[in-house]
Nanobody
């Protein structure tokens, strides 16, 4: 069984930065793919970013391109989401979703194609 624990959320002012962490425990396979999604109150879960390390590709929600990036530290089974120049519209609960295998491009933005989810971490951006 896989356990995911997201952390690093908090409250920041517009223009600020946060780094979210997603630590994997349990069945720690080689997750070569990870996506981050977010969900704001009253809205559906929204795709944010997807990284396929084996294929070398990253896909972004247009509004976060140039501001958000993904990295990983295999030694501690942790993925990171670096968020810079945060905006109020980035306010949401953020979730990581790792995968062993890549998805077809047409599927990467759809949460039903991801099996493992953490509990999420709240990000609030306000003045």
């Amino acid at each position: 069984q896989v356990q995911l624990v997201e952390s690093g959320g908090g409250s920041v002012q517009p223009g600020g930065s946060l780094r979210l962490s997603c630590r994997i425990s349990g069945r720690t396979f080689d997750y070569s793919v990870v996506a981050w999604f977010r969900q704001a109150p009253g809205k559906e879960r929204e795709f944010v970013i997807y990284r396929d390390w084996s294929g070398g590709r990253t896909y972004y929600l247009d509004s976060v391109k140039g501001r958000f990036s993904i990295s990983r530290d295999n030694a501690v089974n942790t993925f990171y989401l670096q968020m810079n120049n945060l905006k109020p519209e980035d306010t949401a609960v953020y979730y990581c979703a790792p995968r062993i295998n890549r998805l077809a491009v047409g599927s990467i933005r759809r949460p039903e194609h991801y099996e493992y989810w953490g509990q999420g971490t709240q990000v609030t951006v306000s003045a």
